[in-house]
């Protein structure tokens, strides 16, 4: 009887443990679509994603400063940082309020932000991001509706650099200045010219 209980106990065991096991862990995405407070707002919507912190990356200059960055001539976008649970959202959900979030025919920025520092793009970490990154690029492509060649990079993730403090969740901190900055710089009014019913 003794054995038994023992042989139950240990099987739920680990049964127990193979589940906690095989839990997938948070993973990280990172794109830059112009502003990233816009960025940021853009994907805390979307179930399944942890945190955003907004940052810069895809430079050389280490450890930027906002004022560096928004000068230009680091090399560095301002982009967001996704975490995000894979069990509740993948990649390609990712990539769809990703593009539908930016411009991406504007070679020069985005919207009324101007500068390499705004550019847009997606910083893949892996093989499949990139497979899957440059697929959802050429099916846009391939549609009538934009009817041009996107000029979105899709490159290598390098290190990233979270902005300051006073940048990470403003649209929450500061709604009503977010909201007036967002309209100033027509961002909703391209987005709905490119995307239609689709703008997020």
């Given at each position: 009887?003794?054995?038994?209980?023992?042989?139950?106990?240990?099987?739920?065991?680990?049964?127990?443990?193979?589940?906690?096991?095989?839990?997938?862990?948070?993973?990280?995405?990172?794109f830059?679509?112009?502003?990233?407070?816009?960025?940021?707002?853009?994907f805390?919507?979307?179930?399944?994603?942890?945190?955003?912190?907004?940052?810069?990356?895809?430079?050389?200059?280490?450890?930027?400063?906002?004022?560096?960055?928004?000068?230009?001539?680091?090399?560095?976008a301002?982009?967001?940082e996704?975490?995000?649970?894979p069990?509740?959202?993948?990649y390609?959900?990712?990539?769809?309020?990703?593009?539908?979030?930016?411009?991406?025919?504007?070679?020069?920025?985005?919207?009324?932000?101007?500068?390499?520092?705004?550019?847009?793009?997606?910083?893949?970490?892996?093989d499949?991001?990139?497979?899957l990154?440059?697929?959802?690029?050429?099916?846009?492509e391939?549609?009538?509706?934009?009817?041009?060649?996107?000029?979105?990079?899709?490159?290598?993730?390098?290190?990233?650099?979270?902005?300051?403090?006073?940048?990470?969740?403003?649209?929450?901190?500061?709604?009503?200045?977010?909201?007036?900055?967002?309209?100033?710089?027509?961002?909703?009014?391209?987005?709905?010219?490119?995307?239609?019913?689709?703008?997020?």
């Amino acid at each position: 009887m003794l054995h038994k209980t023992l042989f139950g106990l240990l099987t739920a065991l680990g049964l127990w443990a193979s589940a906690f096991g095989n839990e997938q862990q948070p993973a990280t995405a990172t794109f830059a679509g112009g502003c990233f407070w816009c960025m940021e707002a853009a994907f805390d919507k979307l179930e399944g994603v942890v945190s955003t912190t907004s940052g810069y990356t895809g430079g050389d200059l280490e450890d930027p400063t906002y004022e560096q960055v928004s000068a230009g001539g680091t090399g560095h976008a301002e982009a967001v940082e996704v975490i995000y649970d894979p069990a509740k959202v993948d990649y390609a959900q990712l990539l769809e309020v990703f593009w539908h979030n930016i411009d991406p025919l504007d070679a020069k920025g985005q919207f009324c932000d101007k500068g390499s520092q705004y550019r847009s793009a997606i910083f893949y970490r892996t093989d499949e991001e990139r497979r899957l990154a440059e697929a959802s690029k050429a099916s846009l492509e391939s549609r009538d509706r934009l009817g041009r060649t996107l000029v979105t990079e899709i490159v290598p993730a390098t290190t990233f650099y979270p902005a300051e403090s006073y940048h990470q969740d403003y649209h929450k901190k500061n709604p009503v200045r977010y909201k007036f900055y967002r309209y100033v710089c027509g961002r909703d009014k391209r987005l709905r010219q490119l995307w239609g019913d689709g703008a997020q």
